[in-house]
């Protein structure tokens, strides 16, 4: 499969703990994103990379989130301290800056967080 | 980036086009109107894009009004498997990011 791929898959923790999303996005995409989307809602914009660059973060994006792709390829997402307002599925998509369709975003499947 | 307003909820027969309306009415001039959908459980899904001429591709139609204040989304023929959320999006094609900013979109039910 050469899709957007993220793991894991369903995460279940208890409030104050750290956890760790990664996202492994279709090769040579330069450009990755992360979403957050409640039950109900559309995803929320949290933060995008270009490369190995973090170009921009949400305000969503508090200080207990930290967002990293340290060799632009893949991206790992943790969120420390978690609380139950952290409860969401995580999404991440991936794009090529190039090309004519330069707003077709790539979506994985996403990581789904339950803080007990 | 334009707002965009999308009926909560719509249905359909199965068979029949689903007709899916958008109003951008402050939409810029260089901006571009995107359609994405969401399977349940799912991550989104690009459906198609345009400017100001209407588009087809495999999965759909988009037609933009002259104004450029609204759009539709026209799944032909729809099936089944089109039961999802849609959601419209204005984005700035000139803007470096690219980033999508997703409103709570259209509930479509395709009934068999």
């Known amino acids: 499969d050469t899709g957007v791929s993220q793991d894991p898959r369903h995460k279940i923790t208890k409030r104050g703990q750290n956890v760790t999303f990664r996202c492994d996005p279709i090769?040579?995409?330069?450009?990755l994103y992360w979403y957050r989307q409640t039950l109900g809602q559309g995803p929320e914009f949290l933060t995008y990379?270009?490369?190995?660059?973090?170009?921009?973060k949400s305000r969503l994006l508090s200080d207990r989130f930290s967002a990293e792709r340290p060799k632009g390829s893949f991206s790992t997402l943790e969120i420390q301290r978690t609380e139950q307002g952290d409860s969401a599925m995580y999404l991440c998509a991936s794009s090529h800056r190039r090309g004519a369709n330069t707003g077709e975003l790539f979506f994985g499947e996403g990581s789904r967080l339950t803080v007990l | 980036d334009a707002k965009t307003t999308q009926p909560t909820s719509m249905d359909c027969a199965e068979g029949r086009a689903a007709n899916l309306p958008c109003n951008h009415s402050?939409?810029?001039?260089?901006?571009?109107v995107y359609w994405y959908r969401q399977i349940h459980s799912q991550g989104p899904q690009y459906i198609i894009h345009?400017?100001?001429n209407n588009e087809t591709n495999e999965m759909a139609s988009l037609i933009i009004t002259e104004d450029r204040k609204s759009s539709t989304l026209i799944l032909p023929h729809a099936t089944l498997r089109d039961t999802a959320v849609y959601y419209c999006i204005v984005i700035l094609q000139m803007d470096s990011s690219y980033k999508l900013i997703f409103g709570s979109g259209t509930r479509l039910l395709v009934r068999p």
């Open positions: 090769s040579e995409h330069n450009r």
């Open positions: 345009g400017l100001k």
């Open positions: 990379f270009q490369n190995e660059a973090q170009l921009e």
């Open positions: 402050t939409i810029s001039g260089n901006e571009y």
